[in-house]
């Protein structure tokens, strides 16, 4: 406890007392008022009699702001709220496209639908109308899932810090519209086939080929650097995703343990990748640009990246081509062939799907791919996994000897 250099001087006319503090070099007021001790500090001892005499009045000020503020508080706007809670939450706390896709949605979404309500009237009852009416406009209910867990988050954060005049959450009593989960839809062997076949000649191949032999992420693939894959061992080090925002570029290191892993690669792909970066050397000569072992796997043959959005929108073009020209073919519309359904994480599920059918483990599959739980990997693919159960029940029997028929 620090000592004070001389005795406790008592102010006149109940003013309190001061003392010098040697180890924080100041001195120290202390004065009851209203049955509390309050202490203030100040550099000099005149200073510290000066806000001991005039310690009501400060008290009495504070006391009025902090009602003015708990006032304002209470004629806080849904709006102005999600907006400071975006600036001071998210954007401190999450990653840029966390707050990206956050900000997208409070501004696209929740703002124009509950912005005008005040924050501590909003009802359950009103939240509820909203995603009605969202629905009746053509939004998903994924989509208003996702609206309606930010505005949770949102609202806990106000509830804990004790402002803004709410004490109870209302969307914990909203009812908003069930998700179906949708089934994952891998490609069949015909499908990706004839997928591979296509593109052999694009610059899409590669890394088209090396999603369905390794099961990676779309901005992981993309993310990666020569000096990630170890053609010597036959594997890849996953450690980071590419993200782009506002025409910017960005790499991140990914966020979970299990996220970051080492991926054996198959035989096919490890020869592709071997000659993969024999071409690529080649093509640099042409283009005039240097392979090195920070160069990006996955390029254009001019040597331009391949951005994420530009990947996505050119592998859906491509399989429509394919399913328009089967469509043709076989006589049938667009919507009967299977292939127009995919999209580029479906390779994902192609190689999880591929590996189930080869009885490979679900520790060794969802460790492969990334998950976080092997729980995980067994409910995206619970689906796929009944075949697997009818293959193994054939040999289940009560008795070995003795059958009930």
């Not at 070099?25 to 001790?37: A, F, P, S, T, V």
């Not at 072992?293 to 592998?315: C, Y």
Request: charged content about 25%.
């Amino acid at each position: 406890m620090a000592k004070s250099v001389n005795k406790s001087k008592r102010n006149l006319n109940g003013n309190g007392s001061v003392d010098y503090q040697k180890a924080l070099n100041l001195w120290r007021g202390r004065r009851w008022l209203q049955g509390k001790r309050h202490v203030i500090y100040s550099k000099t001892q005149a200073g510290a009699n000066h806000k001991l005499k005039n310690l009501p009045e400060t008290l009495e000020a504070k006391a009025l702001e902090e009602a003015r503020k708990a006032e304002s508080d209470k004629r806080t706007t849904v709006a102005d709220y999600l907006n400071h809670w975006l600036a001071t939450e998210v954007k401190l706390k999450s990653r840029a496209n966390t707050y990206d896709n956050y900000e997208r949605m409070v501004r696209v979404h929740l703002i124009p639908k509950l912005g005008r309500f005040f924050l501590n009237e909003l009802t359950s009852d009103d939240i509820s109308d909203k995603w009605i009416e969202m629905i009746e406009e053509g939004c998903s209910p994924s989509l208003i899932e996702h609206c309606h867990a930010r505005l949770t988050t949102a609202y806990n954060v106000a509830i804990d810090k004790g402002t803004y005049g709410v004490i109870i959450n209302p969307t914990l009593k909203a009812t908003r519209p069930s998700v179906e989960k949708e089934e994952v839809n891998p490609l069949s062997t015909e499908d990706y086939e004839l997928l591979l076949d296509t593109v052999r000649d694009t610059d899409y191949f590669s890394i088209i080929h090396t999603a369905l032999h390794t099961g990676m992420r779309r901005n992981e693939l993309l993310a990666l650097r020569w000096n990630d894959i170890d053609l010597a061992m036959g594997a890849i080090s996953v450690h980071r995703q590419v993200y782009r925002s506002k025409g910017v570029t960005a790499y991140h290191p990914l966020k979970t343990k299990n996220a970051r892993r080492f991926i054996s690669l198959p035989p096919e792909a490890l020869q592709h990748l071997t000659k993969e970066w024999e071409r690529q050397i080649d093509k640099g000569k042409l283009h005039g640009y240097k392979i090195i072992g920070n160069s990006p796997v996955f390029r254009r043959s001019t040597g331009e990246e391949i951005l994420p959005n530009g990947l996505t929108h050119a592998f859906k073009q491509i399989v429509n081509r394919i399913a328009e020209e089967r469509a043709t073919e076989l006589g049938v519309s667009l919507e009967d062939i299977s292939l127009s359904k995919n999209h580029f994480h479906d390779l994902r599920h192609t190689h999880a799907s591929i590996l189930y059918a080869q009885n490979t483990p679900d520790v060794v599959i969802s460790k492969r791919l990334g998950h976080a739980t092997v729980a995980i990997t067994m409910e995206i693919y619970v689906h796929i996994r009944p075949t697997m159960e009818k293959d193994y029940i054939q040999n289940f029997s009560l008795h070995p000897t003795k059958t009930w028929v």
